[in-house]
């Protein structure tokens, strides 16, 4: 179940958490880092609660150092990244 505050921000910014989850299914994911910008990171928490009540075989973890845009990838072990943002990268 979305959190409200997931509710909200869906009204604000398109994530398309639907297409997330195909992606992850699609890549069959055991572990997938969700990465975000630093006004988002408020909220990482409650996208971890969604995306393990639908994928509850998949680890879900965060990034929460800095980030710079999609070029900036950590060196991390994941079979997937998510990086989300404030707009839509063309």
């Known amino acids: ?6 509710k909200e921000l869906q009204e604000k ?3 398309d958490l639907n297409k997330i989850l195909k992606d992850i ?3 069959k994911a055991k572990s997938v ?4 910008p630093d006004g988002l990171k408020q909220y990482a928490l ?4 969604y995306f393990q009540e639908k994928m ?3 680890e879900f973890r965060t990034y929460l150092g800095s980030c710079f845009g999609a070029c900036d990838i950590p060196n991390t072990k994941c079979d997937l990244i998510i990086q989300f943002g404030h707009t839509k990268w063309k």
């Open 1 to 6: 179940m979305e959190s409200e505050k997931l």
């Open 13 to 15: 910014y398109d994530f």
């Open 25 to 27: 299914k699609k890549n």
């Open 33 to 36: 880092l969700l990465q975000f």
């Open 46 to 49: 409650d996208f971890v609660d």
């Open 56 to 58: 509850k075989k998949v």
